[in-house]
């Protein structure tokens, strides 16, 4: 209830006159009776302030140059030090004797030419055999920190498995098998192309150690034709080496120099089979070089057989990627050769 007064007139005498009026829900906001609070800022100086800040900025600001700026830091801090600029990557070698991959005087034959059983050029093995250096030899004298690393710590869990003698038994067993599957291999390429009669051939019977890898790369074999060379010796005259190839066929129609490979573990990737596509680079120029061949090999192809028959994963090498290995193979050969020569050095100061 709030009550209001109303003063009424009559005549020449005020009259007070009370009015109730009632007021629901109303209340005071405490705030509205506080008292008003001052900015500090209100007993700021301003006209002080500003001639502050006037003889700062003409006495400070002014005098100062970027040339005095600096001075005046190298006198503080020293003198600067420039960053590099971040290299963009690892050096790239280039070989110095960046020999061609293809031999460009060289035609290539036609179709007819690759009738006729398959060339084979043995390698003289015996007591006047070529000094040439062969291309196994020449990358395993140049493998790498890394590779060398890897390669003596399986030696040397294998040797903890198996003993020395057992250790040793093992890799002639390796041998042994490789030896008898290339020959598997052979032969069934020559059989292929003399027979006519293609399906008496692929039911030919093989021995129980390489059953399982002639089964494995079956799915390949039927995708072969036209064989031109098996287990052939390649050289290359101007660059000093040498190799036996495994087959040089066509495979899906395209003409390719074929490694044959055996593995106990599956490698699917052709970053898994280290250094085979270099000596497959290096098996094919040396072949695009040598007289005893009348045409070019620009592909590859790798197959790598399992003895349990497993299906064989075959590695194909496109033109591009055969030139980008025959680099890598031609700063290998760089590094054999200037070991040799360093060995050669050596050698004959120690004679002296």
Not at 12 to 27: A, D, H, R, W
Not at 116 to 138: A, E, F
Request: glycine share 4%; proline share 5%.
């Amino acid at each position: 209830m709030f009550i209001l007064k109303r003063v009424g007139c009559v005549g020449s005498i005020m009259v007070p006159q009370c009015t109730s009026l009632f007021v629901g829900n109303f209340s005071a906001c405490h705030c509205l009776s506080s008292p008003k609070r001052h900015s500090p800022y209100s007993l700021v100086d301003s006209e002080r302030y500003s001639s502050l800040v006037k003889a700062v900025m003409s006495s400070k600001v002014s005098s100062q140059t970027p040339e005095n700026l600096q001075e005046e830091d190298e006198h503080i801090y020293g003198p600067v030090v420039k960053a590099q600029k971040p290299s963009s990557g690892p050096e790239v070698r280039v070989p110095k004797n960046l020999h061609p991959f293809l031999n460009c005087e060289e035609t290539v034959e036609t179709e007819e030419a690759e009738s006729g059983p398959p060339v084979r050029i043995l390698l003289n093995r015996g007591k006047y055999r070529s000094p040439v250096p062969s291309v196994t030899r020449i990358l395993q004298q140049t493998l790498s920190r890394e590779q060398i690393f890897y390669l003596e710590r399986w030696k040397r869990k294998m040797i903890a498995q198996l003993g020395e003698e057992g250790f040793k038994e093992y890799s002639q067993n390796l041998f042994r098998q490789g030896k008898l599957f290339h020959s598997a291999v052979e032969d069934s390429m020559i059989s292929d192309a003399t027979s006519m009669d293609k399906e008496s051939s692929e039911k030919a019977e093989y021995q129980p150690d390489v059953q399982g890898y002639m089964e494995s790369i079956s799915h390949v074999l039927a995708d072969v034709s036209a064989v031109r060379a098996t287990e052939s010796t390649v050289q290359h005259a101007e660059l000093n080496y040498l190799g036996i190839v495994d087959c040089v066929a066509r495979y899906r129609g395209v003409l390719c120099l074929i490694d044959w490979k055996t593995s106990e573990k599956p490698k699917p990737f052709l970053s898994n089979t280290f250094d085979n596509p270099i000596q497959v680079a290096a098996y094919a120029g040396a072949l695009n070089s040598d007289g005893n061949y009348k045409y070019q090999v620009e592909n590859g192809l790798i197959v790598v057989a399992y003895k349990d028959g497993s299906p064989a994963h075959a590695h194909q090498l496109s033109s591009e990627l055969m030139l980008k290995y025959w680099t890598t193979w031609l700063l290998r050969l760089e590094n054999f050769t200037e070991q040799s020569t360093s060995q050669a050095s050596s050698s004959f100061v120690e004679k002296r």
